[in-house]
């Protein structure tokens, strides 16, 4: 049984309003991931014993969404547009610019140190800024930057795989 | 009962059956990679397919989905049906190593040899630990699928072309290799199905789709507890046994019975020809003769058989010389014993001689024991739970005419409404666990768990009454007269959800009602009260019948039967705590213990260890080097469990056939012949057969075999009375921290008895559990050593903070250490029953 600690409390208060049976599960694993930046094996454990499952079912689900993560987020996450309008404006380079200059193989890593991970996105409209990307930083602040060209990325990579803040990148 | 036919022939069926069982039965060989016999058909793997006429939209019907109806025109054979089955097989396939399945010569092929067709030594079903075992294979066998054609040659193929999954092989039970896996689920369904523990699932999705354990995490860490259900079902070579991964290909199957606990589950021992592992099992398999295992079995039954490595086991007999053991032929060391006893019983009288027999040994050897004892001419005969058995049966008659209690234990899974007083079931007796868990989920069973401590049954559970250690029969007794107020300590919540399921008796009149309790080991006031108070309980739901729904669950395997053999105390004797009393004042000269092991089932390891050093004789039998060995005369080497034939009864009075594995080597060395030998070396009539059969109740050896599994030692007539009796246990409390136990899941009885090194192999057991708040108020955290001090008795070892245990309350596991625990108990019984103990933190 798990013990109950500080971390399985705040994980129960923040599921304490979805109940079993009622298509909740989704949202439970959402809120979670919203407030603890992934879904740890304790939060799995304690959102079964919330909705009666097992544990295995739980991961069984939640492994079904891409949107779900079960490793703690890198510092900050680039979301790369996958979508149409950027892919015309060579979104594939820009890509390939920011995951060399990380040092990463394929979308879905992260740098050794934490700093950085690359993640594939969908577009949600603001194509007008194609090629573009989100620049996440978990419950700090989600922005996007578009209008992109290689050597943008790779200064903006390189800049975050450095520690600097968003801000400066940008602004500097 | 229907008509339909099969391939032409005329067969009668039952409608609403699933065809695919059907056709099995009829011995048409079918292939069906992922509907499990008795379970929901999932319909995943499509390889079932048969032609049924007038089928829409097309002819071709999976046979699993496919239900028995009035003339019902099956096909399996034809042309069409064997390609579809073939191109099905063939997507499979896409994702395994397939070379071997599709070629024509491997059965010419050696490991070693060249491959014809260029294929990678480690992608061979020739190099697979499943060859020639494997469900995989012989489906495409079924199918000749090495004449399809195989339209992916020359393109790349995914199972060749990625990278293999990595391996789980980080447990001593289970190995699980992914490349091999089939994704026919029938994994997931088994855990979840059948055994209701849900440990594995279906991850990802698409192409990628794995299986997962608990939250994606490696084996140990999820909630699986090693039954190996999974592996049973498992039709390729990812869910394996690893103690005998590579080896367990048997060429023979024995009949047999796991003594580990007394739901006494059948197994079949696999046995090989192969050089090597000649005269030992190579795997075990759950064996569908006993109805209430059926066939599933737990990690105990499933690998005891391997629970100990060769140097604790007693492979040769031994004579004490000073303070060395000396090897000995067993035909010497009997002899020895038989002088030694001599001396004894000529110098000291009959008188002073004791015997201890065991549950774990078989009936028969019970009964050559007890006849040997009445041939010495002692009373003194007994075991170590002796006590405990006596007064919980003396319970029952008082309350209910009998001991012998007709309630049968595939009652459980049907039952509506359960009562279950236990420490931890799901550990001490999890076959039971197992049918609660089902009436559970399978048939909304309401289920009212009285228990000091967290259990897997709590989830399953609509009522959990977390008491204080010894005071179940408390709480049973006031549950049983409906009192309003909980007891002391019960939550209010829980304690109204408790009164409604046992005070409708006249909602669940037309269901069944059942009363499990399993009594503690080592106290027997303790015990008897909890006999009393749960016959009580059992009266105030179900009147006169209670005998018909009341279950007792002893402790050790085959407690009944040794018992009914006659191992208890003759008029006059002295029971097992005399006889050890006896031992250190003198009145006992001689002691020939057979299976038994004080020194792990008895309070008071001091007392026990100063009874034993007094003797002049102690003659142990036994099959593994146990802790005895260290103050025995005599140790003579029996056979182990596997290779010794007898029968057992079990938990509801079963009767059951276990045989030996031998072709004759070891039979000479079976504890019933060194008994016998050392009851003629004494000068008595020993030739004769002892069968549980001679025993009052008991079926004749014909009727047994030909009901193997049905029948039970019980009184012909239903007994109809039931009286309630008066508990006069009181609550109590001790001043510090109460120390309980039970009996853990993952260690075994011989790797306990014999304080191996290896006896908790996946060393879940190891600590104690303390409550979050005990643990804050000693001053001691999460993982570190602490010391349970009781007056001059202490045990060191690692703590749990866990809030399945109450507060003022630490359990340990009884086979912890070679039984270390009971070094804090008292043989004279405690006050309460439970030690009481100060937390200390041990230095580092
Ligand atoms: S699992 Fe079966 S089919 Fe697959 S390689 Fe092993 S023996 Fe061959
Ligand atoms: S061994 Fe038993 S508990 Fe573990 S995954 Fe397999 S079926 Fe489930
Ligand atoms: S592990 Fe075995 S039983 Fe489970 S899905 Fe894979 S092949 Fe089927
Ligand atoms: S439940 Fe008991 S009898 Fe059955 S396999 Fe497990 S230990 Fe053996
Ligand atoms: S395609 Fe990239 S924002 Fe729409
Ligand atoms: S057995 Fe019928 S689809 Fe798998």
New binding site residues.
């Given amino acids: 049984m798990p013990l109950e600690t500080e971390s399985t409390l705040r994980i129960r208060s923040i599921i304490k309003d979805f109940k079993p049976n009622n298509g909740d599960l989704l949202a439970a694993l959402y809120a979670v991931q919203h407030e603890m930046g992934y879904l740890s094996k304790e939060a799995l454990a304690v959102i079964a014993d919330q909705f009666k499952m097992f544990t295995a079912e739980v991961y069984g689900m939640a492994s079904f969404y891409e949107e779900y993560r079960f490793d703690p987020p890198a510092k900050t996450t680039i979301r790369w547009c996958s979508g149409p309008a950027c892919r015309t404006r060579n979104s594939a380079g820009i890509r390939d610019a920011i995951l060399a200059t990380l040092d990463l193989n394929e979308t879905g890593e992260q740098t050794e140190d934490g700093q950085c991970s690359v993640v594939v996105g969908q577009c949600n409209g603001t194509c007008e800024l194609a090629p573009m990307i989100w620049v996440e930083e978990h419950k700090t602040y989600e922005l996007p930057v578009g209008k992109l060209t290689a050597a943008k990325s790779i200064k903006l990579a390189r800049g975050l795989r450095s520690g600097s803040g968003i801000g400066e990148i940008l602004n500097g | 009962m229907v008509e339909i036919s099969i391939n032409g022939k005329t067969v009668d069926a039952e409608p609403g059956r699933r065809l695919v069982e059907v056709i099995k039965e009829q011995g048409i060989t079918i292939t069906n990679l992922c509907y499990i016999d008795g379970l929901e058909p999932y319909a995943g793997c499509r390889t079932c397919i048969v032609d049924i006429e007038g089928g829409r939209p097309s002819s071709l019907q999976l046979s699993c989905t496919a239900q028995i109806t009035e003339g019902q025109v099956v096909r399996t054979d034809t042309t069409e049906v064997k390609q579809a089955r073939q191109s099905v097989m063939s997507v499979i396939l896409a994702n395994h190593p397939d070379r071997c399945l599709t070629c024509h010569r491997r059965v010419h092929c050696m490991p070693g040899d060249i491959c014809l067709r260029d294929d990678v030594v480690t992608h061979r079903c020739l190099t697979c630990s499943k060859n020639y075992r494997c469900e995989l294979q012989t489906s495409c066998e079924n199918v000749d699928q090495g004449d399809f054609s195989e339209p992916w040659v020359g393109e790349k193929r995914s199972y060749y072309e990625t990278p293999p999954p990595e391996p789980d092989r980080a447990n001593p039970f289970l190995e699980f290799d992914p490349q091999m896996c089939i994704i026919c689920a029938r994994c997931v369904r088994a855990c979840d199905e059948l055994r209701h523990t849900g440990a594995l699932s279906l991850a990802g999705k698409g192409h990628t789709t794995m299986i997962a354990f608990g939250a994606g995490g490696q084996i140990h860490e999820s909630d699986c507890d090693f039954c190996g259900a999974c592996i049973d079902v498992c039709p390729t070579a990812t869910l394996m046994e690893k103690p005998n991964k590579w080896n367990g290909r048997a060429d023979d199957w024995t009949s047999a019975v796991?003594n580990?606990?007394s739901?006494?589950?059948t197994?079949t021992y696999g046995t090989s020809d192969q050089v090597g592992s000649e005269n030992i099992p190579v795997i075990v398999r759950p064996e569908r003769i006993n109805p209430v295992?059926q066939d599933q079995?737990?990690v105990?039954?499933?690998f005891?058989y391997d629970a100990i490595g060769p140097e604790d086991r007693l492979t040769t007999s031994l004579e004490r010389q000073n303070d060395r053991l000396v090897p000995r032929s067993l035909f010497d060391a009997t002899n020895l014993a038989v002088e030694q006893l001599r001396t004894v019983i000529d110098s000291h009288g009959a008188q002073t001689i004791g015997l201890l027999g065991s549950p774990l040994a078989t009936t028969e050897e019970a009964m050559a024991l007890s006849a040997l004892a009445d041939s010495i001419g002692t009373p003194n005969i007994d075991f170590s739970h002796g006590v405990i058995h006596r007064s919980v049966l003396s319970s029952l008659d008082q309350a209910l005419g009998t001991n012998k209690l007709s309630a049968d234990l595939t009652d459980i899974e049907k039952s509506a409404r359960l009562v279950v007083i236990a420490t931890d079931l799901e550990e001490s007796?999890?076959?039971v666990s197992l049918r609660i868990k089902g009436a559970a989920r399978k048939n909304q069973a309401k289920v009212v768990l009285i228990s000091p401590r967290w259990s897997e049954l709590d989830r399953f559970a609509c009522s959990v009454l977390r008491c204080y250690p010894g005071t179940e029969a408390n709480v049973a007794d006031s549950l049983g007269k409906l009192e309003t107020n909980p007891p002391l300590g019960i939550s209010t919540e829980q304690w109204n959800a408790a009164l409604t399921i046992v005070g409708s008796n006249e909602e669940f009149s037309d269901e069944i009602t059942s009363v499990v309790f399993a009594p503690n080991a080592i106290d027997a006031e303790m015990a008897s009260g909890l006999a009393s108070a749960a016959c009580n309980l059992a009266i105030g739901m179900v009147g006169n019948t209670t005998a018909e729904h009341l279950f007792y669950l002893p402790v050790d395997?085959n407690t009944h039967g040794v018992h009914d053999a006659g191992i208890f105390p003759k008029t006059d004797g002295k029971a097992f705590r005399e006889i050890i009393l006896g031992a250190i004042s003198g009145s006992i000269k001689g002691l020939i213990i057979h299976d038994d092991n004080p020194i792990l089932n008895s309070p008071d390891t001091d007392m026990i260890i100063s009874a034993l050093s007094n003797l002049e004789s102690l003659v142990v039998i036994d099959s593994v080097k146990s802790t005895l060995s260290d103050y025995a005369t005599v140790m003579l080497s029996e056979a182990a469990f596997y290779h010794r034939s007898g029968s057992i009864t079990t938990a509801d009075r079963r009767v059951l056939l276990h045989n030996s594995i031998d072709s004759g080597v070891e039979k000479e060395k079976s504890g019933i012949e060194i008994i016998k030998r050392i009851g003629a070396g004494l000068g008595f009539d020993f030739d004769r057969v002892f069968s549980y059969s001679a025993l009052a109740e008991y079926p004749s050896e014909e009727a047994l075999v030909q009901q193997q599994g049905r029948l039970r030692a019980i009184p012909d007539q239903a007994v109809f009375k039931a009286e309630v009796q008066e508990i006069d246990v009181p609550m109590r409390r001790v001043d510090d921290l109460a120390v309980f136990t039970s009996r853990s899941l993952y260690t075994s009885w011989d790797g306990a008895s014999s304080a191996s090194e290896e006896a908790d192999k996946l060393d879940r057991e190891g600590t104690a559990w303390v409550n979050p708040g005990d643990a804050q108020e000693a001053g001691v955290t999460q993982g570190v050593a602490v010391t349970l001090q009781n007056g001059s008795h202490s045990i060191t070892m690692k703590i749990k903070l866990d809030d399945g245990v109450a507060a003022g309350t630490v359990y340990v596991p009884s086979y912890y250490r070679g039984g270390a625990i009971m070094s804090l108990f008292a043989l004279e019984g405690l006050t309460g029953g439970l030690p009481s103990v100060k937390l200390v933190a041990a230095d580092a």
Avoid: L, Q
């Fill in positions: 796991c580990s606990c739901v006494g589950c197994i295992s079995i737990c105990r039954g499933r005891g007796h999890p076959g395997g």
